[in-house]
């Protein structure tokens, strides 16, 4: 059962439209959806709103401290409401994962991702979900930096945003605890195949169109 949405990103409107800011945008299109607004809130040092999803309190979290100090933000708040590690999903960039598809995981690697690491380091475990938004890979390990903080392009920023359109679907799913579920909904990415067209046996030519 989640019952804190957590979006990772850098503040400030110069990390906006970058690809490490990926779940901003996820936790900015679920407050919408939700028609709540993101306040700031010194305390958990971060734009928080809380609000009701099938009946169940959830609170939408967007930590303020900069991608390498996030547990700060996400452990005051969890500590705050008794939420355990196991109720939070955390939103974010996932380098290994391409535009366009999700990845929905309980723990695991952080794999150098330092809101990951920070996150983990603050819980004191690395037991809680994450929503791995794929923003695909430069091809070069020396070029990770200035990847995940440069703007995708036009077509990967609308890959990304179908994926944020598609997974918001399994929100009631992860808020009532049905993870089996909700895994079936975000991994569903890609469209199926068209099938070719049928023929019956011993029929030759074009296939009519239909």
Same mark, same amino acid.
Not at 24 to 29: K, Q
Not at 103 to 109: D, Y
Not at 146 to 154: C, E, I, Q, T
């Given at each position: 059962m989640?019952?804190?949405f957590v979006g990772l990103g850098n503040p400030g409107p110069e990390y906006e439209a970058t690809r490490h800011n990926a779940g901003?945008?996820?936790?900015?299109?679920l407050a919408r959806?939700? *028609?709540?607004?993101? +306040? =700031? $809130?010194? @305390?958990?040092? @971060?734009?928080?709103?809380? &609000?009701?999803?099938?009946? +169940?309190?959830?609170?939408?979290?967007e930590p303020q401290t900069f991608m390498n100090l996030s547990g700060k933000s996400v452990a005051a708040l969890a500590r705050f409401y008794?939420?355990? =590690? +196991? $109720?939070?999903?955390?939103?974010?960039? $996932?380098?290994?994962?391409? =535009? &366009? $598809?999700? *990845?929905?995981?309980?723990?695991?690697?952080?794999?150098?991702?330092n809101g990951l690491r920070d996150i983990h380091a603050q819980l004191g475990t690395g037991d809680y979900w994450r929503l791995r938004l794929g923003i695909g890979h430069p091809g070069v390990k020396s070029e990770v930096i200035?990847?995940?903080?440069?703007? =995708?392009? *036009?077509e990967q920023r609308e890959a990304i945003e179908n994926a944020i359109a598609r997974t918001l679907h399994a929100v009631p799913a992860l808020v009532a605890g049905e993870m089996d579920k909700a895994t079936m909904l975000i991994h569903t990415s890609k469209p199926p195949r068209p099938k070719p067209p049928r023929r019956e046996p011993g029929e030759g030519g074009a296939p009519a169109a239909g």
């Open positions: 989640i019952k804190l901003f945008w996820w936790v900015d299109a959806d939700l *028609k709540l607004v993101l +306040q =700031p $809130e010194r @305390g958990y040092h @971060g734009f928080v709103a809380r &609000g009701q999803v099938g009946g +169940q309190t959830v609170w939408l979290l008794k939420i355990e =590690p +196991q $109720e939070i999903l955390v939103i974010h960039d $996932e380098l290994d994962v391409v =535009p &366009g $598809e999700a *990845k929905l995981k309980l723990g695991g690697s952080h794999a150098g991702h200035h990847w995940v903080l440069k703007k =995708p392009l *036009k």
